[in-house]
C-alpha cells in the first residue's frame, strides 16, 4: 500500500499542498501522515476511509485523518480538489471552546466517531458556488506563489474550515454535541485500554491544544486525564478478577497496565484496598 510522506508531498517551508484532479482513474489504497480533505468537484464516487465506505458527489467534503486508510473508485468523469496539511495550518482562533467539540465530530470520525456519516460533510446546491470559487482561488495562490501567498492561503484555509464547521454544527444544539462527543470519548478511551492515550495523543486526534483539552476534560469529569484513564482500567481489572480466574499478569495485561506491579500499584492508589485483598473478597 502507497503511503504518502509530508516531507514529500508538502514543500518545505509550506504547511499544505493542493491540486485539482479531473479523470476517472481510480485511486489505489493509501495512507498518510498528513491530514487530507477532499472536496467533489463534479460526477461521483464510491470512497472507503478506514472500514467505513461512503457514496460521495459534488459538493461532498471528506475529512481523512492522518494515518487512515483511503481510496476511492470513480463512477465515470470525475473532478475533486485535495488538500492535504498539517494541522498548524489552522490559525488561531479557528479552534475555540465554542466549536472545539464540532472539530472532534469532524477530525476524529475515523476513530472515535460511531456515526455512518462522521467525516462526510455536505453542502448543498446553494453553497457550492461560494466553496468552489473558494478553492480555485486557494489554488491559484498555491500555483502562482507570489508575494505573502502562503498567508493569503492560510486566511483561505481558515476560512474553508469554519464554512464546514458551520455545516457539521447546523441544526445541532451545543450542548447534544458537547455530551455525545464526550460520550464517545469515553467510549474509545474503554476501547482502548492498551493503547497511546496520552493527553498528547488524544489532543491530537481533536486538533485541541493539549493544555485547553486537559482543562476541557477536568471540567467534564472531575479529574485529570490521567487519573479517569487509572480508574477505568482499575476498574476494567476489578471486573476481570471478578468474573474471570485469569491470574494478574494476565489481567495487567488485558487492562493496559505495563506490568502485575504497575496494576496492583494504581488498583491500592484507586481503590483503597490492595489487589490481592480485593481478589479474596470476591
Not at 504547511?15 to 467533489?40: C, K, N, Q, R, W
Not at 445541532?172 to 478511551?189: A, F, H, K, P
Not at 469529569?221 to 478478577?241: N, P, Q
Request: aromatic share 12%; net charge negative.
Amino acid at each position: 500500500m502507497k503511503v504518502y510522506r509530508s516531507d514529500h508531498l508538502i514543500e518545505k517551508g509550506s504547511s499544505l499542498h493542493i491540486f485539482t484532479y479531473t479523470g476517472h482513474e481510480p485511486m489505489p489504497a493509501h495512507t498518510h501522515d498528513f491530514i487530507e480533505i477532499v472536496y467533489v468537484r463534479s460526477g461521483t464516487a464510491t470512497e472507503t476511509v478506514n472500514d467505513t465506505t461512503y457514496e460521495i458527489g459534488r459538493g461532498d467534503f471528506t475529512f481523512i485523518n492522518y494515518g487512515s486508510t483511503h481510496q476511492f473508485t470513480p463512477h465515470g468523469a470525475f473532478s475533486y480538489t485535495n488538500i492535504c496539511f498539517h494541522p498548524e495550518t489552522l490559525g488561531e482562533g479557528i479552534i475555540t471552546p465554542e466549536n472545539a467539540f464540532a472539530v472532534l465530530q469532524l477530525t476524529a470520525f475515523d476513530e472515535i466517531r460511531r456515526d455512518s456519516e462522521g467525516g462526510v460533510v455536505s453542502f448543498s446546491a446553494g453553497e457550492r458556488e461560494e466553496i468552489e470559487n473558494l478553492l480555485s482561488a486557494m489554488q491559484r495562490e498555491y500555483d502562482k506563489k507570489a508575494d505573502s501567498w502562503q498567508t493569503v492561503l492560510k486566511s483561505y484555509m481558515n476560512i474553508l474550515f469554519v464554512h464546514m464547521l458551520r455545516r457539521i454544527t447546523a441544526g445541532q444544539s451545543e450542548t447534544g454535541v458537547e455530551n455525545g462527543m464526550w460520550r464517545e470519548l469515553s467510549d474509545y478511551i474503554d476501547q482502548n485500554l492498551g493503547g497511546e492515550l496520552s493527553l498528547s495523543a488524544l489532543a491530537g486526534k481533536c486538533f485541541y491544544n493539549p493544555s485547553y483539552f486537559s482543562r476541557a476534560f477536568k471540567e467534564k469529569f472531575g479529574m485529570t486525564l490521567t487519573d479517569y484513564i487509572a480508574r477505568r482500567k482499575v476498574d476494567y481489572a476489578a471486573r476481570l478478577a471478578t468474573e474471570t480466574g485469569l491470574s494478574g499478569e494476565a489481567i495487567a495485561e488485558r487492562a493496559g497496565f505495563v506490568s502485575k506491579s504497575s496494576l496492583y500499584r494504581a488498583f491500592q492508589r484507586v481503590r483503597g484496598i490492595s489487589f490481592s485483598e480485593f481478589r479474596r473478597q470476591k
